[in-house]
């Protein structure tokens, strides 16, 4: 007997339903020089335009609303690079509790500022030498708080899922769906609600080039750990994919393609002067591997799933600059 998945589109539904008048519904933008420069009628789904600033909080919310009152009273924990950190610091607000919040030391300024803004306090860890898993379950459970992972959860998978629900809603049945990938939960959650809307949809995750666990892994069907990598692409600086998000994208998932550091660059430059939007690093990835050719099956019509924003003034400057 086939073991059920460990999130259903009925998850990704009843997520919808939750967050509705609590997460925004971001728009979707075209652009006719994207169209043709990459030969494909193209949907970029804004995720930069949803609170804090990326898809995060889609998840954040869903999990922390489904606590029960109690725990819920006793405050939450989480630990990120940076806009899982946000999400769950505005969530805890939002549900009337408190957030404590493990982040590596060098997370960019931005993000700690928006982390401690919106009412969580901050633990700091070396991100190259600590284990952020093992820190973060000894930090909840010596404070009594419930954790919410970053993405290794399924009712964060299932909020993530409806950034990718909204854009089908939206666009209609698509020939691919293109969305970074760090430690899975957005691909995990798009996947399961694009595939169940479309069965032929292609299913593409990006990863930087500095951090190809995911693709690794797929390759050799089973997790793989490589050094925590060095890109400017932080959100995706992770070492190996979760446990549950893979169990997800080896089903559901058909190709990960790479991109560099300049074509990241490159993809943001592009979003800033064409599309009018600020990407930060992670965000772009899905539109770099697009407008780069990172694609194996050229689709007529795809969509992309822009994931954030957040990225500080001076940051954005140098690396558009360059």
Do not use: W
């Amino acid at each position: 007997m086939t073991a059920a998945p460990p999130v259903a589109f009925a998850d990704v539904q009843d997520a919808a339903a939750r967050l509705d008048g609590i997460a925004h519904r971001t728009p979707v933008l075209t652009s006719r020089t994207l169209d043709a420069l990459v030969g494909a009628e193209v949907f970029v789904k804004c995720e930069n335009f949803q609170r804090v600033g990326a898809f995060k909080f889609r998840g954040a919310y869903n999990a922390a609303s489904r606590l029960p009152a109690a725990q819920l009273a006793r405050g939450i924990a989480a630990y990120s690079s940076g806009n899982h950190a946000q999400a769950v610091a505005l969530a805890a607000r939002e549900l009337g509790t408190t957030a404590v919040v493990l982040m590596p030391e060098d997370a960019p300024r931005a993000k700690r500022g928006a982390t401690a803004g919106y009412g969580a306090e901050i633990v700091t860890y070396d991100r190259y030498t600590q284990d952020r898993t093992a820190l973060g379950e000894a930090l909840a459970d010596e404070r009594g708080l419930a954790l919410i992972p970053p993405y290794d959860h399924p009712h964060v998978i299932a909020g993530q899922g409806t950034a990718a629900l909204e854009l089908l809603e939206e666009t209609g049945a698509l020939d691919a769906l293109v969305v970074p990938v760090g430690g899975g939960g957005l691909v995990a959650g798009s996947a399961t609600a694009a595939k169940a809307l479309h069965p032929a949809i292609r299913m593409v995750g990006v990863e930087p080039e500095a951090g190809d666990d995911t693709k690794r892994s797929l390759d050799r069907g089973e997790r793989v750990t490589v050094p925590v990598p060095r890109t400017i692409a932080d959100g995706q600086a992770l070492p190996t994919p979760g446990e549950i998000t893979f169990t997800v994208n080896r089903r559901l998932v058909d190709a990960i393609a790479l991109v560099g550091d300049d074509e990241i660059v490159a993809a943001m430059r592009f979003a800033f002067e064409r599309l009018k939007i600020v990407l930060e690093p992670s965000g772009a990835t899905a539109l770099a591997a697009l407008m780069a050719g990172r694609l194996e099956h050229r689709p007529r019509r795809v969509g992309v799933i822009a994931s954030g924003g957040n990225v500080d003034a001076r940051r954005f400057a140098e690396l558009i600059g360059r």
